[in-house]
């Protein structure tokens, strides 16, 4: 089973910030909080990691509390095309652990 | 990231047929590979587990004399669905992890449809 806990469905307007929550109250203290993405009937595409320190890349943020038993992802500015299905997973780091995806949260970027 | 593809996109077979599926690591070497199954409006659920050179490590309820997994060298690994029946149809997805990876990389999935 999947050890975290996403809102079904989101709505976000285009252009303004999308916080995507999680929940993973049982993380231990080596597994990574990974985030991944689907786009309709396309592969999960990866979009950032991270342990405890908050993260950031070309795609997004992602800030864990200081206790790691939530996290969120913020994609700054959303697009049109970041409509999608996004995925909070928690695993070991690096080559270790297999993904196992949740039902994850359904993000409708609207015009 | 790293790129990972998969051959063909889509197929579509007869009931009762076998079907080949590859996926390749383009630009690094996989050590390991995972096969998924993606049903519509579901999660992906994975099915198996594979290194290079060894067996693959099937999930409970996956059969593996029906789903063969090769995984022969460092970029290749196949799926070969064997006597596929329409309830085989589905998006499978697959994924590479290598030594210097710091995750999975997903190849785009292969939809299958069994008439």
């Known amino acids: 089973d999947a050890k975290t806990t996403q809102p079904p469905s989101m709505d976000c307007a285009e252009g303004r910030a999308a916080n995507l929550p999680c929940n993973h109250s049982?993380?231990?203290?080596?597994?990574?909080v990974y985030w991944y993405r689907q786009i309709h009937s396309q592969g999960p595409q990866y979009i950032i990691h991270?342990?405890?320190n908050n993260e950031t890349n070309e795609m997004a943020s992602l800030i864990i509390t200081e206790d790691r038993k939530s996290s969120t992802l913020i994609l700054p500015h959303a697009t049109l095309r970041d409509t999608a299905v996004y995925y909070c997973?928690?695993?070991?780091?690096?080559?270790?652990?297999?993904?196992?995806f949740g039902k994850g949260t359904k993000l409708s970027v609207k015009p | 990231g790293a790129v990972v593809s998969q051959h063909p996109s889509r197929v579509i077979c007869k009931s009762g047929t076998s079907v080949k599926i590859e996926c390749r690591s383009l630009?690094?070497?996989?050590?390991?590979m995972f096969w998924y199954r993606q049903f519509p409006k579901q999660s992906l659920m994975l099915m198996a587990t594979?290194?290079?050179?060894?067996?693959?490590?099937?999930e409970q309820g996956v059969e593996k004399d029906k789903f063969l997994i090769n995984h022969a060298s460092l970029t290749l690994s196949t799926l070969t669905v064997t006597s596929a029946h329409p309830e085989d149809s589905s998006f499978y997805i697959c994924?590479?992890?290598?030594?210097?990876?710091?995750?999975?990389?997903f190849g785009p999935g292969t939809r299958l449809l069994v008439l």
């Open positions: 994924s590479a992890d290598g030594t210097r990876q710091e995750t999975q990389y």
């Open positions: 049982t993380i231990s203290g080596n597994e990574y």
């Open positions: 991270g342990l405890k």
């Open positions: 997973i928690v695993r070991f780091g690096g080559s270790q652990g297999n993904l196992i």
């Open positions: 630009d690094f070497q996989a050590t390991t």
């Open positions: 594979s290194n290079e050179g060894s067996k693959a490590t099937y």
